[in-house]
């Protein structure tokens, strides 16, 4: 008898454990802050990370003459958010470090993201405004991915992940955002975390 009522009491015990922790709730895969920044966007707009916190943003590093992986990172950076507008999601920002900030001045990154099909264009801040030194720190520090200048040509070496930020201006996970980008995940990740902030 006893043996009977264990398996219905641990399932029960359970339930309540899995409800009281939230079981279907965001699991972070990271814990990385990050460090403050204050920015100009391609509107010529102040962008910081005070600014942005309360709603959860995807990151990305690129820049406007690449000739290698942004095109296509901005191209599924756009892919992914038109999952986002299939799911009515609306409480979330994109946002994409320039890691060539002497060439690419807001005019520069407003004309850039003119040449992709985003589905919503109020949701991006391409950001400019800071020494090469300033993005290679930020992107080392607060993204653990690198930055630096091919001094044969005039590229800068990049990584090629998504970043999702919480709430509260901490990344939490990445993603490819170059090959195999895993854009249902993507969705249902932001989805979650937004739901969780509520």
């Known amino acids: 008898m006893k043996k009977i009522l264990f398996l219905p009491c641990l399932l029960i015990v359970s339930a309540i454990l899995l409800s009281a922790c939230g079981g279907g709730n965001f699991k972070a895969e990271t814990d990385w802050k990050v460090q403050n920044f204050n920015y100009t966007n391609q509107n010529g707009e102040k962008v910081s990370l005070d600014s942005l916190k309360g709603k959860p943003w995807l990151a990305m590093f690129i820049f406007t003459s690449c000739t290698t992986v942004c095109p296509p990172m901005t191209m599924n950076m756009?892919?992914?958010?038109k999952d986002f507008k299939e799911k009515?999601?609306?409480d979330y920002n994109i946002v994409g470090f320039s890691v060539d900030p002497k060439t690419d001045t807001p005019e520069k990154l407003k004309k850039y993201l003119k040449q992709y099909p985003v589905p919503d264009i109020s949701k991006w801040?391409?950001?400019t405004g800071y020494s090469q030194d300033d993005i290679a720190n930020l992107a080392l520090k607060s993204f653990k991915t690198f930055v630096k200048d091919d001094p044969n040509s005039n590229q800068v070496i990049h990584?090629?992940?998504?970043?999702?930020?919480?709430?509260e201006g901490v990344v939490v996970k990445s993603y490819?955002?170059?090959k195999e980008v895993p854009y249902d995940t993507i969705a249902v990740d932001m989805e979650t975390i937004i739901e969780d902030g509520k």
């Open 159 to 167: 990584g090629s992940s998504f970043f999702l930020v919480n709430q």
């Open 88 to 90: 009515g999601l609306k």
């Open 176 to 178: 490819s955002g170059y």
């Open 78 to 81: 756009t892919a992914i958010q």
């Open 125 to 127: 801040d391409l950001l």
